[in-house]
């Protein structure tokens, strides 16, 4: 199924008073173009087209199983870590049109300005700062001054500073859970990413833990393109502005997270949400 | 007829638990005999080699007069011949190790190497002594000198290298890898920042383990030509004028260790053999001190793993 | 092929990007160190080659003066007399009942003490075990060869009149001692390799932890166990230094124990502690002698890397 232009619309419903009902265009930061995946001989996902919209929380929600991780992993092409995947159709980056997943796109690029925090934190077995400063020193920054000021603004944005700004040598290990996957999130903050990818990042850690998360993808998506996959189905609610619904490695529903939410157009995405399956 | 039946199964349920008992038994009676071996071995060799050694002991030359005797050149020769084989197989063992964990693809190339590993290992190391004598003695014309001593026992402990370098690499998560990938690092940026580090104590503790290996070494030097009596010592590779390092001496020939163990034992007289359990005495400090680091080393970093 | 290098996207106002310079020179150090990484790995290839080469040449060279038959028939091997003669029966002679002896001590404890430690012994137990084994493992071969010569060949002679000062029974059982690590700790792998349903089935059978261990622990790693007697024996093969110092370097073909004897190994040491000038028969002799000691080990090495993939795949 095609979204064509018309899906980022977002129509706001007719104020009482006004009675006008306003259509706003957000902006893309990548479109999803006919995108399949196979392990091996395999086929996981079926020539999905969707567009991402810039400046915004998309979540993708849908049962266990059903190609979310593995869509959201095509995007910094981790998949060519594993021998034997192939990819088919497009990701198309903007604002220069670069196709992510081309062969002919060396995959550093993608993966130089997309960031990655997944499901278990995995910090590095370093110190905290060190962890942090690890995206910009892959990049080649040297200077102390700017790693330290890329640390602390990071770590500010991850909303982690005022517990670790003491301590900023000690190993990541010493951090709870809730706060080592801030610090993954600061980590892949630090260089600046223009899309930010969260593989169900709340879904190891306690609810206390989560609520932090989720106000800090909150803030987050003030200045950030994220694209979060998730399988509690009250979080996309909560934080997301668009939501797509996966099913066996297909998108079946793709739309304003208010509207699929509360007027889903297909039958099955009704029936996930209201928990007949999945 | 019942009650037969089972008085029966009872003496068969209590034989098999005294066969089961007297097993136990046995297994910790060969236990016991195993560890009275090795301590009788120790023992013998302390008791009869650590009265002769004093500071004579350990920087005399060999003499015909066994009061007059001493490991100098021995032990020279084997720290001057380890310092080669640690510079050579170092560096090889890791990077093959690398190469074998993290960059080999699926392929019969790779299939060849790892079969040619794991032969070697179990290739006699005299063997290792007899290609060294045709290849770097005479084919190479590098004479019987401490630095065909080093290549040899480099390729000797290769493989312990390299299998210590694979075994640390897996141990790593692959999470770390995929943390490093997402952030854009290539190949070697993962390896050389996140990875080596990461397997830092497995490496060592293969290291140390090779070099235990390499210092108790005797067949393969013996074939490329070491001396048994030997009354000079290789020249010094710290010079006194510029530009102060020297290399003459990897082209030296020198005696070993253990082969001055095995000269002095192989003499008739009892005194040589005093001598000779004396040098073993030193011998066994260095490998089980080694030995026993290398432990240490993989205990601690067991315990910091949890 | 790549693209050009992406620098910041202008319309936004962010983007920490690596400089075009950096990330070239980054291309370049990964494709070096991809070779060189690749280098010392087939370094072991032309190890291997390399001693084929050295060992077949100098034998052919061998062959030429000495017929094959000869060596292999031959039940005098005295390449350094006036009158030589080539045969290699009496140093494999030797090699095989040294290696003999060894293995019957190595084969019965090892299997006792592999059985026992993974059925019987608990943690802490094996914690003290190993590296006792490890220490044993880690005594130079001259010790062992000082040991035997020294300590337990005065010993034997006590209970044993017949016994010569050089002999094979004693090189042999201490060798037996040196290589029990090795058999007890791959026998041991095997054993613990198999899976623990099996043992729970022999448990709730009824059966003792002997009957378990013999009846089907044993079996079911037994292409693993043999694997370790394999390379046990290619161990004894080879070794040198305990054979040269006790068993003195006598090439008398025989079987018996309690007189000495020459192996292949203890030839090439004597012949190398000797002046034996390069491009003569003597020295080309050692090599011919290197090539069967090879070929052997080889043989064992093989069959127990084969067994040892059998039982990996089973499970």
């Known amino acids: 199924m095609m979204f064509g232009a018309n899906a980022l619309a977002e129509t706001t419903p007719p104020a009482a008073d006004t009675g006008t009902a306003q259509a706003t265009e957000v902006p893309r930061k990548a479109t999803v173009e006919e995108l399949s995946f196979w392990y091996g001989h395999k086929q996981v ?16 929600i849908g049962p266990s199983g059903c190609g979310k991780s593995t869509f959201l992993r095509c995007f910094n092409r981790m998949h060519d870590l594993y021998p034997g995947n192939r990819y088919g159709g497009r990701i198309i980056l903007e604002p220069e049109g670069i196709d992510i997943i081309s062969s002919r796109t060396d995959p550093m690029v993608p993966r130089l300005r997309i960031g990655m925090v997944f499901q278990k934190p995995n910090p590095f077995p370093k110190s905290i700062y060190e962890n942090v400063a690890a995206g910009l020193r892959i990049r080649g920054v040297r200077s102390r001054a700017v790693l330290d000021g890329q640390v602390e603004k990071s770590l500010r944005r991850a909303a982690l500073w005022e517990e670790v700004k003491d301590r900023l040598h000690a190993s990541a290990y010493t951090l709870s859970g809730g706060q080592q996957q801030r610090l993954c999130i600061a980590r892949a903050l630090a260089p600046e990413p223009e899309l930010l990818l969260l593989d169900e990042p709340t879904s190891a850690l306690d609810p206390i833990a989560t609520a932090h998360i989720e106000e800090l993808i909150d803030e987050l998506s003030a200045r950030y393109t994220i694209l979060v996959v998730t399988h509690n189905m009250q979080q996309a609610a909560r934080i997301s502005r668009f939501t797509a619904f996966f099913h066996l490695g297909r998108v079946i529903e793709f739309g304003p997270t208010e509207q699929v939410f509360t007027r889903p157009r297909e039958s099955m995405t009704q029936d996930y949400i209201t928990g007949r399956f999945g | 007829m019942a009650e037969m039946l089972v008085i029966d199964t009872h003496q068969r349920i209590a034989k098999a638990r005294r066969r089961d008992l007297l097993f136990a038994g046995l297994g910790l009676v060969v236990l016991f005999l195993a560890t009275a071996v090795l301590l009788t071995l120790i023992l013998d060799l302390v008791v009869t080699g650590a009265p002769h050694i004093d500071w004579d002991f350990l920087t005399n030359y060999p003499s015909r007069r066994a009061s007059r005797a001493g490991i100098l050149p021995a032990w020279v020769g084997t720290s001057l011949v380890m310092l080669v084989t640690a510079a050579l197989a170092i560096p090889i063992g ?78 790593i998560p692959q999470e770390v890898r995929e943390a490093a990938f997402a ?21 060592l503790t293969g290291i140390i383990a090779a070099l235990a290996r390499a210092i108790g070494e005797t067949a393969p030097l013996i074939t490329i030509g070491a001396l048994t009596f030997i009354a000079f010592l290789p ?27 095995f000269n002095w034992t192989s003499r008739p007289q009892a005194a040589f053999h005093e001598l000779a359990a004396a040098a073993g005495v030193v011998l066994l400090v260095m490998t089980l001190a080694m030995n026993g680091l290398a432990i240490y080393i993989r205990y601690r970093t067991r315990r910091l793993m949890r | 092929m790549a693209t050009s290098l992406q620098r910041a996207s202008p319309a936004s106002s962010y983007g920490i990007q690596p400089s075009p310079g950096f990330l070239a020179r980054r291309r370049l150090v990964d494709r070096l160190v991809r070779s060189l990484l690749f280098a010392a790995a087939s370094l072991s290839v032309l190890v291997t080659l390399a001693i084929v080469y050295v060992l077949v040449s100098e034998s052919l ?35 095989v009942t040294v290696s003999v002896i060894a293995l019957l001590v190595a084969i019965p404890a090892g299997t006792v003490l592999a059985i026992y430690l993974s059925e ?19 005594v130079p071969t001259v010790v062992f060869g000082y040991f035997a010569l020294l300590f337990v060949t005065p010993l034997l002679r006590r209970v044993i009149p017949g016994l010569a000062g050089f002999n094979m029974l004693s090189p042999g059982l201490v060798m037996g001692v040196m290589i029990l690590p090795y058999i007890v700790s791959l026998s041991e792998d095997a054993m613990r390799a198999v899976p623990d349903g099996l043992r729970e089935g022999a448990c709730a059978l009824g059966y003792t932890r002997l009957q378990t261990a013999t009846r089907v622990v044993l079996p079911a790693a037994l292409s693993g166990v043999t694997a370790a007697y394999l390379l046990g024996m290619a161990r004894a093969v080879g070794e040198t230094m305990v054979v040269a110092i006790a068993a003195g370097q006598n090439p008398d073909f025989t079987f018996n124990p309690l007189e000495g004897a020459a192996t292949i190994t203890t030839y090439i040491v004597q012949v190398s502690l000797g002046d034996v000038a390069y ?37």
Request: proline content about 7%; charged content about 15%.
């Open chain 1, 45 to 60: 996902l079926f020539a999905i087209s969707m567009p991402i919209a810039e400046g915004c929380v998309t979540a993708l």
């Open chain 2, 94 to 171: 890791i990077a093959a190790g690398l190469y074998l964990e993290e960059y080999a693809p699926r392929s019969w190339v790779t299939d060849v190497i790892e079969i040619n590993i794991t032969n070697l290992a179990g290739v006699p190391s005299i063997i290792y002594g007899l290609l060294a004598l045709g290849v770097f003695v005479y084919l190479f014309r590098l004479g019987e000198t401490i630095l065909v001593a080093g290549m040899v026992l480099a390729l000797l402990v290769l493989p312990v290298i390299i299998v210590a370098t694979r075994e640390a690499l897996r141990s």
């Open chain 2, 183 to 203: 952030l854009g690092a290539d190949k070697w940026q993962t390896v050389s920042m996140y990875l080596l580090p990461a397997a830092r104590p497995g490496i």
């Open chain 2, 235 to 261: 020249p010094s590779p710290i010079t006194s004028e510029p530009p102060f390092l020297s290399f003459d001496w990897l082209w030296s020939p020198f005696t070993v260790l253990p082969i001055q163990m």
């Open chain 3, 61 to 95: 060279l061998f062959f030429r003066h000495v017929g094959l038959v000869e060596f292999l028939t031959d039940t005098q091997w005295t390449p350094l007399f006036a009158n030589p003669r080539y045969g290699i029966l009496p140093l494999l002679a030797g090699t």
């Open chain 3, 120 to 138: 019987y012994a608990d943690n802490r137990l094996r914690e003290v075990v190993k590296p006792l084994l490890e220490t044993l493992a880690g």
């Open chain 3, 279 to 315: 491009g003569t028969i003597a020295y080309q002799s050692i090599f011919a002698a290197g090539l069967t000691l090879f070929l052997l080990t080889l043989a064992f090495n093989i069959l127990g890397f084969f067994l040892r993939r059998r039982f990996r795949q089973a499970y």
